[in-house]
């Protein structure tokens, strides 16, 4: 991600304010990466809900968007019908989400490409949001002691991608997964932007969204960012204790686990877990509750590997203070708190 330095950490944070007037505020992020599906149209639809995922991380509602298309040397019928269903998917969720196509550009890549010809296919996008002026951004710092996470999706899209590629199909997870993949969260945001304002105060304290590096590393960004943010205020630095029992998978993805099955990108992903799991306890900034006691050994392993999974339109986590739980709806669950006592 390209986004402005968070500056309260050595992170981007997940858009960046690009404009500001008395009446509203602009917000500006980039994302993009190869073809994960052979169908243009329904790959596009993912990309583009990926990219989105960086403004709802920021409180924001989808306004606009740029694209950025390359397209494999092929045929030019194949590169027609490529392109004219990638826009598409673009622009199906852009009408969904009451925004608009405002630019982009096609470009031929360098490389051909072996049937199917889509999956040779390299979409990006601009995404731009808009936040009414009295609406802070929700950035990644900002977690306080009394906090509750709270997750919006399952984890396991990568090493359900992973299996998909060895061929071994999830029927039982398939139709949920996809689901969500080409399903907006705008909605549930706007429904905490909703209760901020009835209430007239902000209920979110931090937030990001969870993509490829994984739940623990976003989670650390977060941490990270907030105690550096607390140390210069000369306040007590911030802890979060996990609670794995209450992490949600999508359906089959431990077994998956068991077997071995894991995305091309969690080994460098899990170098946080080999890092949490060597420091001493009382030194632990995330640390996991009753781990002995509420799972086997087998289980905790399948559930810590889980954190790592590198995540397409994954979930969006939330910092809020325990007090303001009772307004979020089912779309929400409860994953852990933020204390700044002695774990």
């Known amino acids: 991600k390209k986004s402005k330095l968070n500056k309260f950490a050595d992170c981007p944070e997940d858009s960046s304010e690009i404009f500001r007037s008395d009446k509203a505020i602009i917000l500006q992020s980039v994302d993009g990466f190869p073809s994960l599906i052979s169908d243009p149209w329904l790959n596009a639809k993912i990309t583009t809900l990926h990219a989105c995922s960086d403004l709802w991380a920021c409180g924001a509602n989808v306004i606009s968007g740029q ?50 010809y889509p999956l040779g296919v390299e979409l990006g996008l601009s995404v731009q949001g808009l936040l009414k002026i009295d609406q802070k951004p929700w950035r990644k710092y900002g977690m306080k002691p009394g906090d509750i996470l709270l997750m919006s999706r399952p984890l396991g899209i990568g090493i359900f991608f992973a299996a998909q590629m060895r061929n071994i199909n999830l029927f039982d997870s398939y139709e949920e997964i996809f689901k969500n993949l080409i399903s907006s969260q705008q909605k549930i945001i706007m429904n905490i932007r909703n209760i901020e304002e009835k209430l007239g105060k902000a209920i979110v304290n931090a937030a990001t969204d969870i993509t490829g590096y994984g739940f623990l590393n976003h989670l650390n960004e977060m941490i990270g960012a907030s105690n550096l943010k607390r140390r210069k205020e000369n306040v007590q630095e911030i802890k979060v204790i996990l609670d794995l029992n209450s992490f949600k998978a999508y359906s089959g993805i431990l077994d998956l686990i068991r077997n071995g099955i894991q995305s091309s990108l969690f080994s460098e992903n899990s170098k946080i877990l080999d890092f949490l799991l060597k420091k001493d306890f009382k ?38 203070d325990s007090k303001y739980e009772e307004y979020f709806d089912n779309n929400w669950y409860k994953v852990g708190v933020v204390t700044n006592k002695d774990i």
Do not use: A, M, W
């Open 67 to 116: 694209i950025l298309i390359s397209i494999p040397q092929i045929d030019n019928s194949f590169q027609e019908y490529i392109f004219t269903q990638s826009l598409d998917g673009v622009r199906s969720i852009f009408d969904e989400l009451g925004g608009e196509i405002i630019g982009g550009h096609t470009f031929e890549s360098r490389n051909f490409s072996t049937k199917p």
């Open 283 to 320: 030194e632990q900034l995330i640390s996991f509750s009753q781990i002995e006691k509420d799972l086997k050994h087998r289980e905790l392993s399948d559930k810590l590997e889980l954190l790592c999974d590198p995540q397409t339109c994954g979930p969006i986590l939330l910092s809020c």
